[in-house]
């Protein structure tokens, strides 16, 4: 962060800052106006207008039209990518996302049951996912069957279940037009192979 909000590392060095005035208000684009100017008005800011926005407000700092966002957040990776910091204090409230059912509907209206199988498996599936990479190599190889068995006798290298093997092709001539290179039956070959496996975070490295 660089600029004049490069020493601002709290909710109260925002506040304090002498920049903010009536001609000149602190900008906050949000699609919680709201719960926003509930905050900055519990939190004693004076000079503040509102800009009610919906999706990549990330975006609305570096086009100039906000001097910073309100928005939900979870891992922070949007903030860092648009060259944006979390303020101390600035944290407006804790939430999260729940599936709420009516015991009756599930058991008299029909196929609703099955839907919400469907969307707890969803869930499960996705918080199972996220503690997982899928990682791919090209390894060279007589066969796909050589290439998993290496994988498959190596510690850390089986993945979940075992893994995908798929043939990586190239072009065994020099058979070029003004298009580009042509790719026939005769000069099509390969000897590499990509290998897919699932392997936890805390093993990527090591695998």
């Not at 039209?65 to 922070?76: C, E, F, K, M």
């Not at 049951?113 to 007589?142: P, Q, T, W």
């Not at 390969?190 to 093993?203: D, E, L, P, Q």
Request: with cysteine; aromatic share 8%; proline share 4%.
């Amino acid at each position: 962060i660089s600029g004049k909000f490069s020493n601002v590392k709290s909710l109260e060095d925002l506040k304090n800052m002498p920049d903010w005035t009536a001609e000149n208000p602190l900008r906050v684009v949000t699609s919680y106006t709201n719960i926003a100017k509930e905050f900055f008005n519990a939190h004693g800011f004076q000079h503040v207008s509102f800009t009610a926005a919906d999706g990549a407000l990330e975006a609305a700092p570096a086009m100039g039209s906000a001097d910073i966002i309100l928005d939900l957040v979870s891992t922070g990776v949007t903030l860092r990518e648009n060259n944006l910091k979390e303020i101390e204090g600035g944290n407006v409230l804790e939430s999260q996302g729940m599936l709420v059912a009516n015991r009756k509907a599930l058991l008299e209206r029909p196929g609703l049951l099955k839907i919400v199988h469907e969307l707890i498996e969803r869930f499960d599936a996705h918080l199972k996912a996220r503690c997982y990479y899928s990682v791919i190599a090209n390894m060279r190889g007589e066969s796909p069957e050589e290439v998993a068995s290496i994988l498959l006798n190596a510690p850390g290298l089986r993945g979940l279940q075992g893994p995908t093997i798929s043939p990586v092709y190239h072009f065994a001539n020099g058979a070029a037009s003004k298009e580009g290179m042509v790719a026939t039956a005769g000069n099509v070959a390969h000897s590499y192979y990509a290998a897919t496996i699932c392997v936890h975070k805390k093993n990527l490295y090591k695998s």
